[in-house]
C-alpha cells in the first residue's frame, strides 16, 4: 500500500511563492504518473499538473507559466512549485499516484493566497 504525505501550504500573499512537496513511500514511485489536484471551497477538484515517470509535464491552462511540477526519484518526492500565487489558486492541494492498478490519494495541504 502507498502513502502519500504533502507538506508546504500555507498563507502567503499574493505574488509570492510557495513549493509543495509529496513523499510516497513504497518502492513503485518512479514508475508512477504523479498528479497535483486542488479543490477550492465549494468547487471540483481539479487537475493541477501532471509529470510522468519519464519526466513529462502537463499543466492546467490556468497555471501554465507560473508552476513547475518536478520529481526526485531517489527521495519518492514530487515537488510543485507555485509563483505569482494569485487569491483564485487558495485551495486545498492534493497529489495524486496513478497506476494502471492503483490509484493512491494524498491528505491534502491547504495553501491561502491573501489579496
Known amino acids: 500500500q502507498v502513502q502519500l504525505v504533502e507538506s508546504g501550504g500555507g498563507l502567503v500573499q499574493a505574488g509570492g511563492s510557495l513549493r509543495l512537496s509529496c513523499a510516497a513511500s513504497?518502492?513503485?514511485?518512479?514508475?508512477?504518473?504523479m498528479d497535483w489536484y486542488r479543490q477550492a471551497p465549494g468547487k471540483q477538484r481539479e487537475l493541477v499538473a501532471s509529470?510522468?515517470?519519464?519526466?513529462?509535464?502537463n499543466y492546467a491552462d490556468s497555471v501554465k507559466g507560473r508552476f513547475t511540477i518536478s520529481r526526485d526519484n531517489a527521495k519518492n518526492t514530487v515537488y510543485l512549485q507555485m509563483n505569482s500565487l494569485k487569491p483564485e489558486d487558495t485551495a486545498v492541494y492534493y497529489c495524486?499516484?496513478?497506476?494502471?492498478?492503483?490509484?493512491?490519494w494524498g491528505q491534502g495541504t491547504l495553501v491561502t493566497v491573501s489579496s
Open positions: 495524486n499516484l496513478k497506476l494502471p492498478a492503483l490509484d493512491a
Open positions: 509529470i510522468s515517470s519519464g519526466g513529462s509535464t
Open positions: 513504497g518502492s513503485i514511485f518512479s514508475i508512477a504518473v
